[in-house]
C-alpha cells in the first residue's frame, strides 16, 4: 500500500500497526456470535470530526513530547508524572474546536483511600441532582440551559452559512466550542460530587 499511496510513508509505521490490531480486534468482536451486545458497523471519519492516534513507549523531557516523524512538541502537562511511572503508550486527539491533546498512559503504584467505614444510600432524582440518605441535597445545576440560547443563535448563524466556506468553519468552530463548556461543566461537576461522596 506504501508503493500504491505514497503520502502513508508520512505517517509514522507504529500508528499504522496500531490502526491494524485496532481493527483485527474489532473484526474478531463483529463476527463474534457469543457476544451479547452487538458492534455498529463501522463508519468513515471526516476530518471536521474527532481524530485519534496511538504511539507506544513514549519519551517525555522537560514539559516536551517526542512524536514520531514529527519530533519533540511543546506540552503543558495537567498532572506531574511520577518518577517511578513506567510510559505505556499515548494517544494524540484532536477534537472538533481543532485543539490536540496527549493523553499519555503510565504504569505506577497506586495508593488506596484509607476506608472510612461509612455507609450512604443515593436517589438520584429529576428536580434535584441527588438525595442522600444523611439528608444531604445536591442541586441539579442544568448546564445545558444556561447555554442554550447561545447554542441557538450559533445554530441559526450555521444553517445561513455556505457550507465547507471559511465563514461556515469559523462558525461551526464557534458551536463547538459552546458545546465543549457545557460538556466540560457536567465533567467537572460529576468529579466533584463522586469526590464528596467518596472522601
Given at each position: 500500500m506504501k508503493q500504491k499511496f505514497v503520502w502513508i510513508k508520512e505517517v509514522s509505521a507504529t500508528?499504522?500497526?496500531?490502526?491494524?490490531?485496532?481493527?483485527k480486534k474489532f473484526k474478531k468482536e463483529?463476527?463474534?456470535k457469543n457476544r451479547k451486545s452487538k458492534i455498529g458497523k463501522p463508519k468513515f471519519k471526516l476530518k471536521k470530526n474527532k481524530q485519534a492516534y496511538r504511539?507506544?513507549?513514549p519519551s517525555v523531557k522537560n514539559n516536551t513530547l517526542k512524536l514520531d516523524k514529527i519530533?519533540?512538541?511543546?506540552?503543558?502537562l495537567h498532572r506531574q508524572i511520577p518518577k517511578d511511572a513506567k510510559f505505556v503508550n499515548v494517544t494524540i486527539s484532536k477534537d472538533k474546536c481543532n485543539n490536540y491533546f496527549a493523553s499519555i498512559l503510565v504504569e505506577q503504584n497506586?495508593?488506596?483511600?484509607?476506608k472510612t467505614g461509612k455507609e450512604v444510600g443515593i436517589d438520584v432524582g429529576l428536580k434535584s441532582f441527588a438525595v442522600l440518605s444523611d439528608g444531604t441535597y445536591v442541586d441539579n445545576p442544568r448546564y445545558l440551559n444556561e447555554n442554550q440560547g447561545k447554542i441557538k443563535?450559533?445554530?441559526q448563524h450555521l444553517s445561513r452559512k455556505e457550507k465547507d466556506s471559511n465563514r461556515y468553519e469559523k462558525c461551526r468552530?464557534?458551536?463547538a466550542k459552546a458545546y465543549r463548556k457545557t460538556r466540560r461543566q457536567r465533567s467537572y461537576f460529576l468529579h466533584n460530587v463522586s469526590s464528596f461522596i467518596i472522601n
Open positions: 500508528a499504522l500497526r496500531q490502526k491494524e490490531n485496532d481493527f463483529f463476527f463474534n504511539l507506544q513507549y519530533g519533540w512538541v511543546k506540552i503543558i497506586i495508593q488506596e483511600k484509607t443563535k450559533l445554530n468552530n464557534k458551536l
